[in-house]
């Protein structure tokens, strides 16, 4: 299991919400290049970058600090949050993102998710599917759907997907467990899929029974930035795993 680092980005400050609460956010960096070296001195490979500022405009903001970081460090990228056009999907590309996540765009554009997919592949283009009673959310989590969340995942698999993020929204920030049920089922209805499980981890326990599960990756955010579980456990986890 790939331990996987978050940085979540608000006009270019490292910052955290709570189940995708604009309202409810908290800095806690005001400079994400630092942060990145932290994570990458530690050991870390990879790392989560989600533009804010740009799922909320509707296209993608923070693209200097996706640039910043993908040339100031050797982190796998993968990047979301606002991309919604060609354009941003190019933009996040040249800025150095070596993966992009598209979770709106999947829902409110289908046509143009899977011109992504043949056009990029299943190894570049990451399916964001985001979910709150087991409903797919969007837009940073301000918009609900009636897409049931595992129809909507074998739907895209069966068109190229090979990666997923899910993020369980009312689990999100509030550090009380990941929805480990969600993930179950996803590797249950979709084994051949790579998973990625984000949001609610609170401690080295939820890690350690995540990886259990065989999940090919697990996003970790809060807890880090809150003391919960230290980039040394961390490290130590992705080389056993």
């Not at 309202?23 to 533009?51: C, S």
Request: charged share 25%.
């Amino acid at each position: 299991m790939n331990i996987i680092p978050a940085i979540d980005l608000i006009e270019g400050k490292c910052v955290r919400l709570t189940q995708g609460d604009y309202a409810q956010k908290k800095i806690y960096n005001e400079k994400p290049l630092e942060v990145a070296k932290q994570f990458e001195d530690a050991g870390l490979t990879r790392l989560h970058l989600v533009d804010l500022d740009g799922a909320k405009a509707k296209k993608v903001v923070n693209w200097k600090v996706l640039e910043t970081i993908a040339g100031k460090t050797g982190l796998h990228v993968d990047f979301g949050g606002g991309v919604q056009s060609d354009d941003d999907l190019r933009v996040a590309f040249e800025c150095g993102a070596k993966q992009v996540t598209g979770g709106s765009v999947a829902v409110k554009q289908p046509d143009l998710f899977e011109h992504w997919l043949k056009t990029y592949g299943g190894e570049k283009i990451i399916l964001g599917a985001d979910a709150k009673n087991e409903k797919i959310a969007v837009s940073g989590w301000e918009e609900g759907t009636e897409l049931w969340v595992y129809d909507f995942v074998e739907k895209y698999q069966q068109k190229g997907v090979k990666y997923i993020i899910s993020t369980d929204v009312a689990k999100d920030g509030l550090l009380q467990g990941p929805s480990f049920d969600l993930y179950n089922n996803l590797q249950d209805k979709c084994p051949d899929l790579h998973v990625i499980a984000s949001g609610g981890v609170s401690d080295m326990g939820d890690l350690e029974r995540l990886a259990e599960m065989g999940l090919y990756g697990v996003i970790v955010g809060k807890a880090i930035y809150e003391g919960r579980v230290t980039l040394a456990e961390l490290s130590k986890l992705n080389e056993l795993c």
